[in-house]
């Protein structure tokens, strides 16, 4: 029930949300209807009323679900000399028109790993760009739409798509109010950040402005000691891009231990999904682990198939993706969500029944929205 309403709280127990918000009131705590109730409001209804209250997530629900196909979600399998690096998947945050779009376009056109393909041709809502450090060509995984909002979601959805937060901060304006929004956010998701301080070909640009203010946040520049990465950029001029890209890997290399099992049945997350015309529905996908194949039997959410075709951000066919790897994946039967999780199952089968119970499950939800309710008065009284 994490992060349902008192009103869906008010239904699942047939009570009428009225007489909930009035209980709440005199316990001390004030709580509107349509608000998100925390699980600590729902228990302590739950004592009050005499009602045994079991606050589950929705991820502990669905790993019960897995766990009855006998389906262990999210765990590296196999020995420690399985595992092999992977690239940091990225995230750009910041203030609206700070430059996040410009930034990852900039990035999208002088960065490219596929040097034939002419450019990025396909918008699949991630792409990968290369860097050399230090003599090696290392690689990093940005997620293509930009702005917190589709952090938060995923985040509620229990997803962490993230491993590093670009948070870019315009060199004229300085930090604004959704900067910090941003940053807070990484924080609290303990996702490391790198500063792209943005637009420093303007004028009136003020980059120590901009580290001196972070430095209030508790992002202090490494070079007044502290240890977050400062890159001075400008997504217009192209300027700096490569320090940015060398500064992510360094975060990543000092702070995290980016390593998966390549091979093992892939599973990851769906980052944008879609009804195609023509292909029907299309999902992006970014593999956390394991190998994910043409040919492979997968399910996604409520959706399920078997992987017919796999696209790269350049419109090419691949045969498979590797961890960190964005694919855009054909054959689904459905459109499932971004952030929901996908796996890969041994066949079409337990794929459907899966996917099956998924949606049953969901029904289920939204029958019990719909049943009558009974006032407070008649539960108590029952
Ligand atoms: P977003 O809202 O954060 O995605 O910001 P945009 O990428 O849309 O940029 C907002 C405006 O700032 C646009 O007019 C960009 O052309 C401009 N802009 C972005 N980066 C730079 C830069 O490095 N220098 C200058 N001078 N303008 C920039
Ligand atoms: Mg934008």
Redesign the pocket.
């Given at each position: 029930t994490r992060g349902s309403s008192l009103a869906d709280f008010a239904d699942k127990i047939g009570a009428d949300s009225a007489s909930l918000v009035e209980v709440l009131f005199h316990l001390g705590e004030i709580v509107t209807a349509t608000q998100s109730a925390n699980d600590e409001t729902l228990l302590l209804l739950g004592e009050e009323l005499n009602y045994n209250v079991e606050v589950i997530s929705p991820e502990d629900e669905d790993r019960e679900l897995l766990e009855s196909f006998d389906i262990e979600f999210g765990e590296d399998e196999g020995a420690e000399e399985d595992l092999a690096p992977r690239p940091p998947v990225v995230t750009v945050m910041?203030?609206?028109?700070?430059?996040?779009?410009?930034?990852l376009d900039a990035l999208r056109s002088s960065n490219v790993v596929d040097k034939e393909a002419g450019g990025i041709t396909q918008t699949i809502g991630a792409y990968q760009v290369a860097t050399d450090v230090d003599g090696t060509e290392r690689r990093i995984t940005l997620i293509d739409t930009?702005g917190h909002e589709a952090f938060t979601a995923m985040r509620a959805r229990g997803a962490q798509a993230t491993d590093i937060a670009i948070l870019?901060v315009?060199a004229d304006d300085g930090v604004m109010p959704q900067t910090v929004e941003a940053l807070n956010h990484a924080k609290a998701a303990g996702v490391p950040i790198v500063v792209a301080v943005?637009?420093?070909?303007?004028p009136d640009a003020d980059p120590t402005k901009v580290r001196g203010q972070l430095t209030e946040y508790g992002l202090v520049p490494e070079e007044y000691g502290g240890d977050t990465m400062f890159v001075d950029?400008?997504?217009?001029?192209g300027t700096g891009l490569d320090a940015l890209l060398e500064a992510v890997i360094l975060t990543a290399d000092a702070s995290l231990d980016l390593r998966a099992n390549p091979h093992q049945n892939a599973e990851g997350l769906v980052i944008e999904a879609h009804l195609d015309r023509g292909r029907g529905p299309v999902a992006t996908v970014l593999v956390h682990r394991g190998t994910l194949k043409v040919g492979d039997s997968i399910v996604a959410g409520p959706a399920f198939g078997r992987v017919r075709a796999m696209l790269d951000e350049y419109g090419n066919n691949i045969e498979e993706a590797t961890p960190s790897r964005p694919a855009l994946v054909l054959g689904l039967t459905a459109v499932p969500g971004a952030g929901d999780n996908f796996m890969v199952v041994a066949d079409d089968r337990l794929a459907r029944q899966i996917a099956e119970k998924r949606e049953a499950r969901e029904r289920n939800a939204l029958l019990a929205q719909r049943t009558g309710r009974r006032t407070l008065e008649d539960f108590m009284s029952s």
């Open positions: 910041g203030h609206v028109d700070h430059g996040k779009t410009k930034l930009p870019v315009a943005n637009k420093i070909d303007k950029v400008s997504a217009k001029a």
